[in-house]
């Protein structure tokens, strides 16, 4: 029997965390352990507050440590298989991390191009990649939520990194290009091997996985039932980032209109979301209003929901939050201006007001200052490059302006003689920005405007050589088809020239190319 004074003390229901570690027999006393006491030892207490850690092993210690099956000659790592590219190469063991238990399934390919996703592509996605405020890595735990996000991501990655080994195979220079912290990122350091290029199978994980991420999206849109879901919202964004990524054109009209239903589902349960589904549809919703503003500029569109009609002073501000958080880089008040403009293409006629308001939207234009932009970025390195980027697009939002405004009767503001200078210094301006600068990913529907533009056959070297280190540095085929449709322009006749503009053609064409 024990003394009265022992068992009347209190006892923990489990050893406390020094007993354990040392293995040896506890007496739980509160609020530390006698033993612990006596060694002079600091308790540890008693709560289990280490979180699980998922290992994919049988056993922690012992014969089976390391195994994940009962093959005790298979080890915790793999070997990438061996075709030679930057997610594997041959003869490396790469070390299997832990792996998420959403993704368990999923098979070592398809593990590698979500890697690929988190270390790679986010950071292509924005011009300037700084991970707290980067919203592509933080797509990453929205993933468990939604298969058809899971999917999109693969198949994304996927084309970039076919793209990536087609350029590869055309030029070495392409494996060298920094990211935009200005090093190069943990999967450039390993070399490619171009005898070992092989684009087919990456190619088919996309289409692959595209297709099913499409099939995963309609499920997932029939079972919400109409509510609003991060992660079936994210799918949607992604859905046009691909269009981007694969071709340019093709189906992002669908994609677009279907991200911003599902946004809409968010606006109109706003009360109900909680501050981190906020924050998601806030971000959604502009993503896909600055996709809409800059797609609307190149693809006629009868009713553009997302574009302002009037001046709207508190629409300037939700774009200069997020100016930094896409990969467009157009500065805020020259995207304000662009979906503005783009509302007087539908307007059957335009009123005294509206007069008034085209004299605004002018004098704004004309006295936007590049300089002042580029000097409120944190990092005084970035300064010049914003610079020669801002003035770029400037000059490009002033000539699309000439075509859908015209310039004021009696001024040389948007004259022709006018818009001839601002070619000239416009391309000036893009080839200013070194190819290795990731400024040069931002320059794709500024270069194609003020490239459909010029006449000059030096001009168009110039554009394109820009479109050929736009299409080295970001991976991405619009740029390519940027630089073909380009081709297209300038192999018109003159009396087609005489006929339509530039402008009037590409509405014509009805392929709705997604340029940015």
């Keep these: 029997m024990k003394p009265a004074s022992e068992s009347s003390e209190k006892q923990a229901s489990n050893s406390c965390g020094t007993c354990r570690q040392q293995r040896v027999r506890c007496d739980r006393l509160l609020p530390s352990c006698r033993r612990c006491s006596t060694m002079r030892r600091k308790c540890q207490g008693y709560k289990r507050s280490k979180p699980l850690r998922w290992t994919n092993s049988l056993a ?21 298989p061996a075709t030679g590219n930057a997610l594997g190469h041959e003869g490396h063991v790469i070390s299997r991390p832990l792996i998420e238990p959403d993704l368990q399934d999923l098979s070592w390919e398809c593990r590698k191009y979500i890697r690929y996703f988190d270390l790679e592509l986010s950071n292509e996605c924005v011009v300037y990649n700084m991970r707290s405020t980067n919203p592509f890595l933080a797509l990453m735990p ?17 084309f970039h990194f076919s793209h990536r080994r087609t350029l590869h195979g055309a030029d070495d220079s392409a494996a ?33 996985h595209k297709q099913k991420a499409l099939e995963c999206l309609k499920q997932e849109i029939k079972a919400s039932s109409g509510l609003y879901e991060n992660g079936l919202a994210a799918a949607a964004v992604l859905f046009i980032c691909i269009d981007v990524v694969e071709s340019g054109g093709m ?16 606006r109109l349960s706003h009360a109900a979301l909680n501050d981190e589904s906020l924050r998601w549809m806030q971000y959604f919703e502009t993503a896909c209003t600055t996709i ?11 009713s553009p929901s997302s574009i302002s009609e009037t001046l709207d002073f508190s629409f300037l501000e939700i774009l200069q939050k997020s100016e930094d958080k896409t990969w467009v880089g157009c500065p805020a008040e020259l995207l304000y201006l662009l979906s503005t403009i783009h509302s007087f293409l539908s307007a059957p006629s335009i009123s005294n007001e509206k007069v008034e308001e085209i004299n605004t939207i002018q004098c704004m234009l004309q006295h936007f200052s590049p300089s002042t932009w580029a000097a409120k970025s944190s990092r005084i390195e970035h300064s010049i490059s914003r610079f020669h980027l801002a003035s770029a697009y400037k000059a490009a939002v002033e000539i699309y302006t000439s075509h859908v405004l015209g310039n004021l009767a009696g001024s040389y503001y948007l004259s022709a003689s006018y818009i001839a200078d601002l070619v000239d210094s416009a391309v000036m301006h893009m080839v200013a920005i070194p190819p290795d600068d990731f400024h040069i990913k931002s320059l794709v529907w500024p270069a194609f405007i003020i490239g459909a533009e010029t006449n000059s056959c030096d001009q168009r070297d110039s554009l394109r050589d820009i479109f050929k280190q736009i299409w080295k540095a970001s991976c991405c085929r619009n740029a390519k088809s940027a630089g073909e449709m380009l081709e297209i322009l300038w192999s018109r006749s003159p009396e087609d020239c005489a006929r339509m503009t530039w402008l009037e053609y590409m509405y014509e064409e009805r392929e709705g190319w997604l340029f940015v």
């Excluded at 920094?178 to 289409?207: F, K």
Aim: charged letters at 25%; aromatic letters at 6%.
């Design 142 to 158: 929205l993933i468990p939520t939604s298969e058809a996000l899971k999917h999109i991501m693969i198949s994304m990655s996927a």
């Design 251 to 266: 189906g992002w009209r669908y994609h677009l209109q279907g991200a911003k239903e599902l946004v809409e589902r968010g």
């Design 60 to 80: 922690i210690r012992g014969k089976l440590k390391g195994q994940s099956t009962f093959d005790q000659k298979k080890p915790l790592t793999e070997t990438a």
């Design 176 to 208: 060298s290009y920094c990211s935009n912290s200005g090093d190069l990122s943990p999967l450039r350091h390993n070399e490619l091997q171009r005898d070992q290029i092989d684009c087919h199978q990456p190619l088919y994980m996309a289409l692959l």
């Design 292 to 302: 809409d503003i800059m797609s609307s500029t190149l693809a006629k569109v009868k």
